[in-house]
Nanobody, 115 residues
Framework: QVQLVESGGGLVQAGGSLKLSCAPS????????MAWYRQTPGKEREWVAS???????NYADSVKGRFRIYRDNARDTMYLEMKNLKPEDTAVYYC?????????WGQGTQVTVSS
């Protein structure tokens, strides 16, 4: 079993930046399929970005060029750097990871972007 703990959310003005962190309770080296998702009330949870253990990344078109996902193995943490934030980025952001073929989710961290 593994717990994923997100942090770093908050309130920011449009055009601002935030950096989210996701710290697993086990070594990040054994966590696969790490990704960030987000969800707003009444909508499905949507994929934002993924990173594999080798460092390759993928992004949703809506965040490409503004967000950066990466894993820091030395700190056992995954990050999502968000720049040029827009009001439509407002959501609860969730960290996802796979350990021994089971998918785990963090508790979520709120990101609010004011116009």
């Amino acid at each position: 079993q593994v717990q994923l703990v997100e942090s770093g959310g908050g309130l920011v003005q449009a055009g601002g930046s935030l950096k989210l962190s996701c710290a697993p309770s086990r070594s990040i080296a054994v966590i696969n399929g790490m990704a960030w998702y987000r969800q707003t009330p009444g909508k499905e949870r949507e994929w934002v970005a993924s990173v594999v253990s080798g460092g390759a990344t993928n992004y949703a078109d809506s965040v490409k060029g503004r967000f950066r996902i990466y894993r820091d193995n030395a700190r056992d943490t995954m990050y999502l750097e968000m720049k040029n934030l827009k009001p439509e980025d407002t959501a609860v952001y969730y960290c996802k990871g796979v350990y021994r073929s089971r998918t785990y989710w963090g508790q979520g961290t709120q990101v609010t972007v004011s116009s």
